[in-house]
């Protein structure tokens, strides 16, 4: 079969099946197939609020005081970013597993509500010795932990001074040793 027997054959093929041929320009089709290979992937803002993990923790968050203590790792996960957008911090996730990880070593130690008030603590307080825009779960079993614990329980009685508005370190640490022993006395 000749070359020309070919291209006979083949332009009697194309013409059976409703095709025609087009030259192409090989620059032209290959930006085009570039354009197509470099699509912009979905955000991750639009994928976030998709998950069921995520439609079902929006629920328990409408109805915090019944589900708090029925909170996972991933829903503490997921309140610490809610908590971080609220205060008008961005947190992403990078590694999932090691935050779940940081909280389920806490949930060890703490309870549900205890942690969801240190994250509350961290962003919405006026605490001055971590930086909200980059703080990461991990800060909750760090050297700050303790600090963080114990500034908490003043937070909440409305007692906390921040670093910059203390006057007397001494008179606060009183006041902290004086609760701990009234609270370890109710409990013997």
């Known amino acids: 079969m000749s070359k020309a027997d070919a291209e006979a054959l083949k332009a ?5 099946r409703g095709q025609e041929e087009t030259t192409v320009n090989p620059k032209e089709e290959y930006s085009a197939c570039k354009r197509k290979a470099f699509v912009q992937p979905k955000t991750r803002a639009t994928k976030k609020f998709t998950t069921p993990n995520v439609l079902d923790f929006r629920v328990r968050y409408q109805n915090l005081e019944n589900y708090i203590d029925t909170f996972t790792s991933e829903d503490l996960l997921l309140f610490f970013v809610e908590i971080a957008s609220q205060s008008d911090v961005e947190y992403v996730t990078m590694n999932k597993m090691k935050d ?9 130690k703490k309870s549900q509500r ?8 961290i962003f919405q307080s006026e605490q001055d010795y971590l930086d909200k825009r980059i703080v990461q779960p991990s800060v909750l079993v760090s050297g700050y932990s303790h600090k963080i614990f114990q500034d908490l329980l003043l937070w909440i009685d409305g007692e ?17 040793t004086k609760e701990s022993k009234s609270k370890v006395d ?3």
């Open 12 to 16: 009697e093929l194309r013409r059976s």
């Open 100 to 108: 779940k990880g940081v909280f389920n070593n806490l949930l060890k």
């Open 114 to 121: 205890e942690i969801c008030a240190a994250i509350e603590f």
């Open 160 to 176: 906390y001074l921040p670093n910059r508005n203390k006057v007397d370190k001494f008179k606060q640490t009183a006041i902290l």
């Open 186 to 188: 109710s409990i013997y």
